[in-house]
């Protein structure tokens, strides 16, 4: 059994912890990221990933924890 996703409507996570999240673009357009979220001193929230850089909250509708990694690698 998986875990539901989140609506940053209902819950956001902890701060400086890396969660799966799903971007809306418009026009039927998404995207699953792994982000960290981040509060920065001023009260602003981002998202952030090295890919990405900084993602201001905007269009960032849901997110879920990471699942955990698999046991045997080497299967």
């Given amino acids: 059994m998986g875990v539901d996703w989140i609506s940053v409507k209902d819950s ?3 701060k ?3 969660v799966l999240v799903y971007r809306d673009f ?4 998404g995207k699953i990221t792994i982000y960290n979220y981040l509060r ?3 009260g602003f929230c981002y998202w952030h990933n090295d890919i990405d850089g900084f993602v201001p909250t ?3 509708t ?3 924890p990471l699942p955990e990694p698999p046991q045997n ?3």
Avoid: C, I, N
Wanted: net charge negative.
């Fill in 73 to 75: 690698v080497a299967d």
């Fill in 40 to 42: 920065s001193l001023e």
């Fill in 16 to 18: 400086d912890g890396d």
């Fill in 12 to 14: 956001l996570p902890e």
């Fill in 26 to 29: 418009g026009s039927g357009y």
């Fill in 62 to 64: 849901h997110w879920m």
């Fill in 58 to 60: 905007t269009g960032v």
